[in-house]
């Protein structure tokens, strides 16, 4: 019974978690890999003094 539980709080707790943190991370390499493309495409562009 013990295993059971043990295995449900892996299902319904780890595996989401571990998926949401992974999807973070992927999504902020993701932004920094764009802008600093947009910044090379765009270097005389007076726009960039806007950005943070």
Known sequence: MAEAIIFAVIVVVVIPVGFLMSTTLAAGALG??????AERRNA???LLDTNY
């Open 32 to 37: 920094a890999l764009l802008k600093t493309d």
């Open 44 to 46: 005389d562009s007076e």
